[in-house]
């Protein structure tokens, strides 16, 4: 059986505060192995020091395949809340998909609305048209197989160093993995709540 756990990225008081009862929440329901990237420590939690995690910490999120021991990986924002099982998406994985990630409520003529419009929004609409806009904030993914998809969604990130969601479609449109789709439950429902915004 693969090697599986959690990744938080906790940079900032807010951001710390909100990873801590992010983990409490994740061990009422889950037995599983945690990983806090920070550049302090936090608690007894096992912390991965990383120094320059770049604007919003994007740069540290898009290098925690190089971070974490598992096979098998779950990233959560810290301002997540969980409130059920989650081990449904290692099962996928272990299946033989990929990536495992939750679409984002804006599609259609809204989707990357909230990246820069002038550059990077259109930059991707011509590269990616008519994309699946994905939920950066809940996923899982196997490391081995996805690689090259984060290396790629790391170089992508780094032409505007800003919201990582474009970046993502690039990259899976230069690297494609197997992806699986869940739905809102898993990122702002009933089994992963997602307070939006608290950890800024």
């Given at each position: 059986?693969?090697?599986?756990?959690?990744?938080?990225?906790?940079?900032g008081k807010n951001a710390r505060e909100e990873a801590t009862k992010s983990i409490q929440s994740l061990k009422r329901h889950n037995n599983l192995d945690v990983v806090v990237v920070s550049n302090k420590a936090?608690?007894?939690y096992n912390v991965k020091t990383f120094d320059s995690p770049g604007w919003g910490a994007r740069q540290a999120k898009l290098s925690i395949h190089r971070l974490v021991p598992w096979d098998d990986v779950l990233y959560l924002d810290a301002d997540t809340r969980v409130k059920g099982d989650l081990s449904i998406g290692f099962d996928i994985l272990a299946d033989g998909w990929d990536l495992i990630i939750t679409p984002s409520e804006h599609q259609n003529e809204s989707v990357l609305q909230h990246v820069?419009?002038?550059?990077?929004?259109?930059?991707?609409?011509?590269?990616?048209?008519?994309?699946?806009?994905?939920?950066?904030?809940?996923?899982?993914?196997?490391?081995?197989?996805?690689?090259?998809?984060?290396?790629?969604?790391?170089?992508?990130w780094q032409r505007w160093k800003n919201k990582d969601q474009a970046a993502l479609l690039r990259a899976l449109e230069k690297e494609p993995v197997r992806v699986w789709l869940l739905g809102r439950q898993f990122n702002g429902g009933n089994v992963v709540e997602h307070l939006f915004g608290r950890a800024r």
């Open positions: 059986m693969a090697s599986r756990g959690v990744v938080y990225i906790a940079f936090l608690g007894n820069n419009k002038e550059g990077e929004r259109a930059m991707t609409l011509d590269m990616v048209p008519s994309p699946l806009q994905l939920q950066g904030g809940v996923f899982w993914f196997n490391r081995t197989r996805c690689y090259h998809m984060f290396e790629e969604w790391c170089n992508e």
